[in-house]
Protein backbone atom coordinates (compact mmCIF):
# COMPACT_ATOMS: atom_id res chain seq x y z
CA UNK A 1 0.00 0.00 0.00
CA UNK A 2 2.77 2.38 0.25
CA UNK A 3 5.09 2.93 -2.26
CA UNK A 4 8.72 4.52 -1.44
CA UNK A 5 10.73 6.40 -4.03
CA UNK A 6 14.72 7.92 -3.73
CA UNK A 7 16.84 6.90 -0.94
CA UNK A 8 17.76 8.31 2.37
CA UNK A 9 16.13 9.76 5.16
CA UNK A 10 14.53 13.06 5.96
CA UNK A 11 15.05 15.33 8.65
CA UNK A 12 12.42 18.20 9.36
CA UNK A 13 13.58 21.29 9.14
CA UNK A 14 12.13 25.28 9.50
CA UNK A 15 11.49 25.26 5.71
CA UNK A 16 9.77 22.31 5.35
CA UNK A 17 7.10 23.11 8.34
CA UNK A 18 6.53 26.12 6.46
CA UNK A 19 5.88 25.02 3.05
CA UNK A 20 4.03 21.70 3.81
CA UNK A 21 1.73 21.74 1.86
CA UNK A 22 1.77 22.10 -2.15
CA UNK A 23 -2.05 20.66 -3.68
CA UNK A 24 -4.72 19.06 -2.53
CA UNK A 25 -6.56 16.68 -5.10
CA UNK A 26 -10.52 15.60 -5.48
CA UNK A 27 -10.87 12.67 -8.51
CA UNK A 28 -14.58 11.36 -8.83
CA UNK A 29 -14.88 7.49 -9.48
CA UNK A 30 -14.37 7.91 -12.78
CA UNK A 31 -11.44 9.47 -12.73
CA UNK A 32 -11.92 12.77 -13.56
CA UNK A 33 -10.23 15.92 -11.94
CA UNK A 34 -13.56 17.84 -10.27
CA UNK A 35 -10.97 20.08 -7.76
CA UNK A 36 -7.68 21.02 -7.07
CA UNK A 37 -6.20 23.95 -4.95
CA UNK A 38 -2.36 24.83 -4.62
CA UNK A 39 -1.21 25.74 -1.46
CA UNK A 40 2.28 27.44 -2.77
CA UNK A 41 2.53 30.82 -4.51
CA UNK A 42 3.52 30.78 -7.72
CA UNK A 43 4.15 27.11 -8.21
CA UNK A 44 1.35 25.73 -9.92
CA UNK A 45 0.86 23.88 -12.83
CA UNK A 46 -1.13 24.22 -16.30
CA UNK A 47 -4.49 22.65 -16.21
CA UNK A 48 -3.31 20.33 -18.71
CA UNK A 49 -0.55 19.19 -16.30
CA UNK A 50 -3.07 19.29 -13.13
CA UNK A 51 -5.28 16.93 -15.37
CA UNK A 52 -2.72 14.48 -16.40
CA UNK A 53 -1.39 13.75 -12.67
CA UNK A 54 -4.61 13.59 -11.88
CA UNK A 55 -5.90 10.91 -13.91
CA UNK A 56 -2.27 9.05 -13.99
CA UNK A 57 -2.50 8.54 -10.19
CA UNK A 58 -5.73 7.27 -10.79
CA UNK A 59 -4.73 4.73 -13.10
CA UNK A 60 -2.13 3.85 -11.02
CA UNK A 61 -3.85 3.91 -7.52
CA UNK A 62 -6.73 1.35 -9.97
CA UNK A 63 -3.95 -0.97 -11.22
CA UNK A 64 -2.55 -1.37 -7.83
CA UNK A 65 -6.34 -2.04 -5.91
CA UNK A 66 -5.95 -4.94 -8.75
CA UNK A 67 -2.90 -6.51 -8.60
CA UNK A 68 -2.21 -6.23 -4.76
CA UNK A 69 -2.32 -9.34 -3.27
CA UNK A 70 -4.02 -8.25 0.07
CA UNK A 71 -7.24 -8.40 -2.35
CA UNK A 72 -7.73 -12.22 -3.04
CA UNK A 73 -10.62 -14.16 -1.00
CA UNK A 74 -11.64 -11.55 1.36
CA UNK A 75 -15.13 -11.06 1.25
CA UNK A 76 -18.38 -10.03 3.61
CA UNK A 77 -17.44 -8.24 6.56
CA UNK A 78 -13.85 -8.02 6.27
CA UNK A 79 -13.76 -6.74 2.70
CA UNK A 80 -12.38 -3.54 4.32
CA UNK A 81 -9.28 -5.17 4.80
CA UNK A 82 -8.66 -5.46 0.81
CA UNK A 83 -6.42 -2.99 -0.58
CA UNK A 84 -7.69 0.36 -2.02
CA UNK A 85 -4.89 1.34 -4.10
CA UNK A 86 -2.06 3.20 -3.34
CA UNK A 87 -1.70 5.28 -0.25
CA UNK A 88 1.30 6.71 0.80
CA UNK A 89 3.64 7.78 -2.41
CA UNK A 90 7.25 8.86 -1.17
CA UNK A 91 9.94 10.32 -2.74
CA UNK A 92 12.72 12.77 -2.12
CA UNK A 93 11.06 15.82 -3.15
CA UNK A 94 7.59 15.06 -2.62
CA UNK A 95 5.23 12.98 -0.38
CA UNK A 96 1.92 12.08 -1.94
CA UNK A 97 -1.10 10.30 0.75
CA UNK A 98 -4.56 9.54 -0.48
CA UNK A 99 -7.78 8.35 1.03
CA UNK A 100 -10.52 7.09 -0.81
CA UNK A 101 -14.23 7.45 0.62
CA UNK A 102 -16.42 4.61 0.57
CA UNK A 103 -18.06 6.00 -2.45
CA UNK A 104 -14.80 5.54 -4.69
CA UNK A 105 -14.00 9.60 -4.30
CA UNK A 106 -10.13 10.08 -4.09
CA UNK A 107 -8.62 12.92 -2.20
CA UNK A 108 -4.99 12.85 -2.22
CA UNK A 109 -2.81 15.88 -1.02
CA UNK A 110 1.20 16.39 -2.00
CA UNK A 111 3.28 17.52 0.53
CA UNK A 112 6.98 18.18 1.38
CA UNK A 113 8.31 14.60 2.40
CA UNK A 114 9.07 16.00 5.87
CA UNK A 115 5.54 16.22 6.46
CA UNK A 116 3.82 13.95 9.22
CA UNK A 117 1.54 11.57 8.02
CA UNK A 118 -1.99 13.31 6.29
CA UNK A 119 -4.40 11.11 6.99
CA UNK A 120 -6.06 13.00 9.54
CA UNK A 121 -6.15 15.92 7.32
CA UNK A 122 -7.69 14.16 4.62
CA UNK A 123 -9.98 12.69 6.65
CA UNK A 124 -11.12 16.52 7.31
CA UNK A 125 -11.32 17.19 3.78
CA UNK A 126 -13.93 14.39 3.14
CA UNK A 127 -15.90 15.71 5.64
CA UNK A 128 -15.82 19.46 4.79
CA UNK A 129 -16.54 17.62 1.00
CA UNK A 130 -20.00 16.09 2.72
CA UNK A 131 -20.92 18.77 4.59
CA UNK A 132 -20.42 21.39 1.90
CA UNK A 133 -20.39 19.93 -1.65
CA UNK A 134 -22.36 17.04 -1.36
CA UNK A 135 -25.36 18.73 0.85
CA UNK A 136 -25.56 21.83 -2.01
CA UNK A 137 -28.94 21.09 -3.65
CA UNK A 138 -26.87 22.66 -6.76
CA UNK A 139 -24.06 20.84 -7.22
CA UNK A 140 -24.36 18.15 -9.47
CA UNK A 141 -21.90 14.67 -9.07
CA UNK A 142 -19.22 14.30 -11.03
CA UNK A 143 -19.20 17.69 -12.39
CA UNK A 144 -16.25 20.12 -10.84
CA UNK A 145 -16.70 21.78 -7.68
CA UNK A 146 -17.32 25.34 -8.07
CA UNK A 147 -18.26 26.51 -4.26
CA UNK A 148 -17.15 29.33 -2.39
CA UNK A 149 -18.08 27.71 1.26
CA UNK A 150 -16.11 24.48 0.26
CA UNK A 151 -13.17 26.48 -1.01
CA UNK A 152 -13.40 29.04 2.42
CA UNK A 153 -13.37 25.94 4.66
CA UNK A 154 -10.67 23.97 3.09
CA UNK A 155 -8.45 27.63 2.89
CA UNK A 156 -9.17 28.07 6.76
CA UNK A 157 -7.73 24.34 7.25
CA UNK A 158 -4.84 24.37 5.26
CA UNK A 159 -4.04 27.60 6.90
CA UNK A 160 -4.68 26.65 10.54
CA UNK A 161 -2.43 23.72 9.84
CA UNK A 162 0.17 26.08 8.70
CA UNK A 163 0.18 28.04 11.27
CA UNK A 164 0.32 24.79 13.84
CA UNK A 165 3.20 23.61 12.17
CA UNK A 166 5.21 27.22 12.26
CA UNK A 167 4.09 27.28 16.04
CA UNK A 168 5.57 23.57 16.45
CA UNK A 169 8.81 24.42 15.04
CA UNK A 170 9.36 27.24 17.18
Same mark, same amino acid.
Given at each position: ?23 ? =?? @??? !? ?13 ? /?? +? ?13 HAIAAQISPQQSGIKGMLKYLASTGIEVLEADTFK ?11 ? =?? @??? !? ?13 ? /?? +? ?40
Open positions: RRVHGGVGSHSPSLFALRAMFYSL =FI @VNK !PGSLVYQQDFTPGAS /LT +ANDTIRLASTFHGLLQCYQSPTGVKF =FL @VAD !PNTPDLEGILHTVYE /LY +ADYVLKNPFYELDMPIRIELFDFHIDKLFSENRRLMQIQAI
